[in-house]
């Protein structure tokens, strides 16, 4: 049942996910807030018949859809390339649950880059009226891709009422939809204005024009960081149980949370003040630091939204082991290596001796020499733990987590691992498999450091 599982040196599969997302997200979110930016924009500029403004507004659409369709196609692809590899139970059962969801995605994708290249290439051809059309369009489809695509990440995170009631719209328009549409949304006017500052700080020569930027992109700017504040506490106010729970039990979650808060509020006073009300100080310095600051608190969130998601990928369906949560039972009472295509197929090929026609035969596990044991407590460590840690050095490494434990300390912990820490789910196996994990884990437990007992 289980699926082959992909090893990441040092970074965990999930991280290396985490990685291609957020880089994916910092500019799939301008690609939105870019949209609406110059949909409005170019209607105030045909409407004051600001020629400049319109020239400057071509070239920035130029910047624009460089980088979103080329960069942000090729990272998007990664990212199902990497949801694939690291969680392809997580990623079947989402491909499965929202099948028709993913197809209006792509529908709305399509319509995206259409209007997007009619918008570009044909600047100043048709009438402005068509013209100010297609950018409508573009800005729309991009934002329902968005609303789409937010339904999905937020049912990750609280499926709500779909667990009782399977519905494809129910689990669309989960408790976490509105929240994170009002949080992406708002990112993404805010992330626009920061991606405009920077184009325009070093594109932009022409000082009266550079002023009217400065000042017509921070009003979005500011509505954007309202939203996010809005969403934000909405996000809070509709955590699942085990999510609120993860975030106070964590306390890099708890200050990474505060921070982002504190950058939003930080942001909007400096847009204020900045842009809004002295148009003048926009800068290269100022532009790149406003950037570095927005693409931070962007990937903190991301981080945080992905990390109180523990012990599930998707909550209360598919656990961080790879597993579903209705599998528990079956998996408990058959035994973790024998419920596993691969890992039994692991076990019939290198030890025949333990196999009884097609089962394996549990005592007879015991039985097994001793670096045998350790070699199978390292497979079921790759199955039942590698989505979240790495070995002795790296992301989350267990040999550091256990540093001193003993082999009874990890013996008594091994089958209560997802009370000892409720970001773990709980352990699966037999008797016999707890025996060889611990023996496997106490061989890579590092010593106390000082040797203090
Ligand atoms: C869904 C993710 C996930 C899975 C799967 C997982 N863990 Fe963990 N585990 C965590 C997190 C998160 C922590 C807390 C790490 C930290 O504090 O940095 C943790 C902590 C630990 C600790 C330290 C406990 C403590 O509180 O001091 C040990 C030991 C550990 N895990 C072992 C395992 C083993 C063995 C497995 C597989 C049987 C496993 N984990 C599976 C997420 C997971």
Known sequence: MHYPWWYVPLLTSPM????????????????????????????HAYRTHNRPYLAYLK???????????????????????????????ATRTLIHIFVFGWAMEYVTFIVEIVAAFIFYYY????????????????????????VLITGITGFMLNPGAWLQNRNFWVGLLNPQFVPQVLVRTGGAIL?????????????????????????????????GSILILIGGLGWYAFLPESARAALMASS????????????????????????????????????ILFFILGVGA????????????????????????????EQIPEVRKNGYLESGTWTKAF??????????????VREKLRQLPEPDQVRLGHLIFQYHCNNCHSTTAGYSA????????????????????????????????????????VKYLASIALPRPGGMR
């Open 16 to 43: 290396l996910i985490a990685i291609i997302a957020v880089l994916h997200v910092v500019v799939a979110h301008y690609a939105v807030g870019g949209g609406l930016f110059l949909a409005v924009e170019v209607r």
């Open 298 to 325: 962007f990937s903190t969130g991301e981080f945080i939204r992905e990390a109180v998601r523990k012990p599930y990928i998707v909550y209360n369906v598919v656990m961080g082991n790879q597993l579903l949560t």
């Open 191 to 223: 992330l626009a204005s920061l991606y405009v500052y920077l184009h325009a700080a070093f594109k932009l020569k022409d000082p009266t024009l550079r002023d009217l930027i400065a000042k017509r992109a921070a009003r979005p700017a500011l509505l």
């Open 123 to 146: 600047w100043g051809r048709p009438d402005p009226k068509t013209h100010q059309t297609m950018g409508w369009i573009y800005a729309a489809s991009a934002w329902l891709s968005l």
């Open 347 to 360: 076990v019939a090929s290198q030890y025949p001796q333990v196999m009884d026609g097609t089962k394996i």
């Open 398 to 437: 267990v040999g550091h987590l256990m540093r001193g434990w003993t082999p009874d300390i990890i013996r008594s912990a091994v089958p209560y691992l997802g009370d000892v820490n409720i970001f773990m789910p709980p352990w699966l196996g037999t008797p016999e498999e707890t025996e060889m994990l």
């Open 59 to 89: 070239q920035h659409a130029w910047f624009f859809i460089l980088l979103t369709v080329v960069y942000g196609a090729i990272t998007g692809v990664g990212i199902w390339w990497t949801i694939g590899l690291a969680s392809p139970l």
């Open 252 to 287: 890099v979650l708890t200050v990474l949370t505060a921070l982002i808060f504190a950058t939003t509020a930080i942001v909007f006073v400096m847009l204020y003040l900045g842009p809004y009300r002295n148009p003048g100080w926009l800068s290269p310095g100022f532009a």
